[in-house]
């Protein structure tokens, strides 16, 4: 049986072997520590009975730790350069299926339709690449992927965020876009040292686990993430200020806006990032009417 792919020596043995060089580009940071790997899964409760899918497997450090636990693992790469090492090193898991994609072009519906008919739950699990990771967690919640959640790596910063309260600076329509559909929780922080090449920010894992239904129900959501934008987009201003220069006609509907919030019981001159998601809804709703939008 062979040594684990992600310890220092077998990584760079496999490198070697294929002459792999690294693509910043590609946000290609491979871990090289099969402990963090191991604590990665467990937060996934990846069961013998579960489907994992993964972004970005590399040469398969994450996928061969998932493979051990999952019953089927479809991991979707961009880099065709990574298909016949991913052939080699995962030749003693059959269950393993690589897509040769760009996970941000791929029916993803489609693919969990074909290969993913025989489990009893699907979780995703990923090190994404830095350079698209919020556009990937964007595209896999937008979808509504029969998926119960993700365990993913990513940019420290960026997690942080994404799971910020109300009343924090990391709070903001990115922190709201996700905890729409999910609950987020920063689960661990990963020093630089676990992964070859070292990358040049400090990473975190977080796992998102899907909300049964969207955190607040809204009239229109597309009217609600609006009014979530603009609201932000001057952090500094209030969210009258922001709601009157930042929507079509807000100028010249300022008293309306006044009034919208007073309903919402939100007092004008609070800055967006104090507000929680219950109350972007509240206001949303108001304004919605108001604006004569449809419902
Ligand atoms: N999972 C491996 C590990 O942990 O060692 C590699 C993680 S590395 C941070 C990110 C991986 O995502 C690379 O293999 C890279 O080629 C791949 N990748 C980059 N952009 C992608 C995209 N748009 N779609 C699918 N894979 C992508």
């Given at each position: 049986m062979n040594k684990d792919i992600a310890t220092p020596l077998r990584t760079k043995a496999i490198l070697e072997k294929y002459g792999f060089s690294f693509k910043k580009s590609l946000g290609q940071n491979f871990l090289i520590d099969t402990n963090i790997l191991n604590r990665i899964v467990d937060h996934a409760e990846i069961g013998e009975n579960s489907g994992a899918i993964e972004i970005g497997p590399g040469i398969g450090a994450l996928t061969e730790q998932l493979a051990k636990r999952a019953k089927k693992v479809v991991a979707f790469e961009i880099d065709q350069r990574l298909l016949p090492i991913l052939s080699d090193t995962m030749s003693p898991y059959p269950h393993v299926e690589i897509i040769h994609s760009d996970i941000l072009k791929a029916d993803v519906r489609e693919v969990l339709d074909k290969k993913m008919d025989n489990v009893e739950d699907l979780m995703v699990v990923a090190n994404l690449p830095y350079y698209v990771t919020t556009p990937i967690i964007m595209k896999l919640l937008e979808e509504q992927?029969?998926?119960?959640g993700m365990v993913v790596m990513l940019q420290k910063e960026v997690a942080e965020r994404i799971s910020a309260k109300p009343?924090?600076?990391?709070?903001?329509s990115l922190s709201i876009a996700v905890q729409y559909y999910t609950e987020a929780e920063v689960v661990m922080i990963v020093p630089k040292t676990v992964f070859v090449p070292q990358p040049n920010v400090d990473s975190a894992v977080i796992r998102l686990l899907k909300r049964d239904k969207p955190a607040v129900e809204v009239k229109n959501e597309e009217f609600f993430f609006e009014i979530v934008r603009a609201s932000f987009s001057q952090r500094r201003k209030t969210i009258l200020n922001n709601l009157t220069s930042s929507l079509q006609d807000g100028k010249s509907k300022k008293e309306i806006i006044e009034k919208c919030l007073s309903e919402a019981n939100?007092?004008?001159?609070?800055?967006?990032?104090?507000?929680s998601i219950a109350e972007f809804g509240r206001l949303s709703d108001e304004l919605l009417d108001r604006f004569n939008l449809k419902s």
């Open positions: 992927l029969p998926i119960r009343g924090t600076k990391e709070y903001g939100i007092d004008p001159q609070r800055r967006g990032e104090t507000l």
